[in-house]
């Protein structure tokens, strides 16, 4: 009885102790600077993504327009325009590719802010065609292995476009469900949470589907960037996990993501029945 008396004063204690707080929230968090660009060797059309951060899962981020975009080296100067118009996406001319030996830097002017960030660019690889192995519940087939996702000397992102549109039975679907684009990456180093991060969703895809599959070579600071990117997202949420912190970036203050230049090599390769 005196152990429900005492149970019964210590809660009337603990409810006379709260107190109500009126927390002041700024309406609008500070607009922050998002910048996804990769230039390479290619002679193409090179795009930078400008996007403002947004303050919700899953919420579409509003596009930078207007912004004064360049790109120089030791020995030219590229404007980038904005194609198409508010859309935020800057587009080198169609001449333009980057080059070994040299160093980039990237030039952002929004109203009256300037973001800059510098790279440079290492020689790309050859490399070993990717695996794949049939399903035996759909006889559909799915990628099995790319590279080693460990290498000490040669860091590598690997881009996998995946395109059954004109395998037999799918010739008149939508594109969307005949086309697939995957990341996979090589890092010298081998973190925990890598090894033990939650399982990705296989791609299923037929016989007669055309797989380029295409290497980017990487500076050791484009690599950390990545590394940090996937201990915050892919890796997250697995048997051992970080704290969650901002991504490092090379780019000035204000400014997140990263400026990369990559050398790239490429093959193709159709995949056949396997008995």
Sequence with gaps: ??????????????????????????????????????????????KILLTYAVSELNQDPKPVTGASVMISNEDSTWQLVETPLNSGVYGTPPS???????????????????????????????FSELRYTRNEENNLYYVDWVANAFDAEKAAMWELLIDWSLAPGYEYLDSV??????????????????????RMQSVFFPAGTIITERRYSLTPEHTEFIREM???TNWAGGLFTIAPADVGTNLSDGAYGFFGACAVTELSLIVTPLE
């Design 177 to 198: 469900e005949t086309h697939a684009r995957m990341l996979f990456y090589t890092l010298p180093t081998l973190d925990v949470s890598e090894v033990f991060a939650p």
């Design 96 to 126: 333009f590719f980057a080059r070994l030996n040299k160093n980039y830097t990237l030039l952002i002017s929004v109203g009256n802010k300037i973001y800059t960030g510098k790279t440079s660019m290492i020689s790309g690889s050859v």
């Design 1 to 46: 009885m005196r152990r429900i008396l005492f149970l019964t004063g210590l809660i009337m204690i603990l409810q006379g102790c709260v107190k109500e707080v009126s927390w002041s929230l700024k309406d609008e968090l500070p607009e922050k600077l998002i910048v996804d660009a990769i230039i390479t060797d290619e002679v193409k059309m090179h």
């Design 230 to 232: 996937l201990l915050e």
